[in-house]
């Protein structure tokens, strides 16, 4: 499962879609999403014209998860239950779909025997757009918010995705939705018809390589201040 990826900046998300973002300026969103994290999606607007708005990476965020709830996790949606679990059946029945632009996502492999951060992403360095579904939310002042996740397939068969997680995991993947499909994606009113879209991404178009997380940077040891004679 995809938890962690890079979003596009403002000007490939221009060259991608070629849409006004004059709704999002002055908006800005980190390198790198995670849970809870402020990510751009592209979504089918009310005038029928795709349109940008900055979302919360994960169906449900955690300031809207109940108290009494063990934690929730919902940055992705397996695409054969999407349509039946009550996080998502909803919008996925009304056809709630949404693309996630990004220049490449992150995935461990374990083939060294332990976990290593690799980042895949298209052969051609391109940005690209991966299925997703979004939803509004009430917030407590009032204002309303939007939050996403991504769409998930198997991958136990994909020569390049299958390499990631856990070797006695089932492997999963992201879907890339080809540019030529982004307008029928995003348009699609028939839930089933949607799967249509729901197909692994050939492997000879994307590359993968390894890509671990910098060092956290240790915090600078604060000298302790000598008290002067004249405290005392």
């Known amino acids: 499962m995809c938890t962690n990826y890079r979003p596009t900046s403002r000007d490939l998300l221009q060259e991608m879609m070629d849409i006004d973002l004059s709704n999002i300026a002055g908006m800005e969103w980190p390198d790198e999403t995670w849970k809870d994290y402020d990510a751009p999606i592209i979504r089918l607007g009310l005038d029928g014209q795709p349109e940008c708005v900055v979302a919360s990476f994960g169906f449900v965020p955690r300031r809207h998860v109940p108290a009494a709830m063990p934690s929730l996790t919902t940055m992705n949606a397996r695409s054969e239950t999407v349509g039946q679990l009550r996080s998502y059946s909803r919008y996925w029945r009304s056809s709630q779909l949404c693309l996630v632009p990004m220049t490449g996502f992150y995935e461990p492999n374990y083939e060294s025997g332990k976990a290593v951060r690799w980042q895949i992403s298209m052969a051609d360095k391109h940005p690209f757009a991966v299925a997703g579904m979004w939803r509004s939310w009430e917030e407590t002042d009032g204002s309303v918010s939007h939050a996403f996740t ?70 600078a040891a604060v000298e302790p201040q000598q008290q002067s004679l004249l405290d005392l």
């Not at 992201?174 to 699609?188: H, M, N």
């Open 150 to 219: 991504q769409l998930t397939i198997n991958a136990d068969e994909h020569p390049l995705l299958k390499r990631f997680h856990k070797p006695d995991d089932e492997k999963r993947t992201l879907v890339v939705v080809p540019p030529e499909a982004y307008r029928d994606w995003l348009s699609c009113r028939d839930p089933e018809f949607a799967r249509a879209f729901l197909n692994p991404y050939p492997h000879e178009l994307m590359l993968a390589w390894e890509d671990p997380r910098p060092p956290a940077r240790k915090k």
